[in-house]
């Protein structure tokens, strides 16, 4: 059973940074695929960004592409999102996901999940 903990959300001003932390526990995190979702006010849960078990491998959605990296550590157990130049429609609840079979843009593939931190960007 993994275990996600995400940190790194805050309030933040249109043109701004965040860096988001997903911490895993309870399992080898080498072993998983990692990503990160948000969900807006209103809206349905949505990609983001993911890796694959040794960070060679790296998917975007279109919305945050070259302004969003995700990056990963296997020896902290940890993955990362840096989010430059933030956008008010970056405001979200970010969900930290894992998955042994690999990463996906679908939701309903990724097994395990974090409870989510909050990025408010100001305009």
């Known amino acids: 059973q993994v275990q996600l903990v995400e940190s790194g959300g805050g309030l933040v001003q249109a043109g701004g940074s965040l860096r988001l932390s997903c911490a895993a526990s309870g399992g080898t995190a080498s072993n998983y695929a990692m990503g990160w979702f948000r969900q807006a006010p209103g809206k349905e849960r949505e990609f983001v960004a993911a890796?694959?078990?040794?960070?060679?491998?790296?998917d975007y959605a279109d919305s945050v592409k070259a302004r969003f990296t995700i990056s990963r550590d296997n020896a902290k157990d940890t993955v990362w999102l840096q989010m430059n130049s933030l956008k008010p429609d970056d405001t979200a609840i970010y969900y930290c996901?894992?998955?042994?079979?690999?990463?996906?843009?679908?939701?309903?593939?990724?097994?395990?999940w974090g409870q989510g931190t909050q990025v408010t960007v100001a305009s």
């Open positions: 996901a894992a998955d042994s079979r690999g990463y996906s843009e679908y939701e309903a593939l990724w097994h395990y």
């Open positions: 890796v694959n078990w040794n960070g060679d491998s790296t």
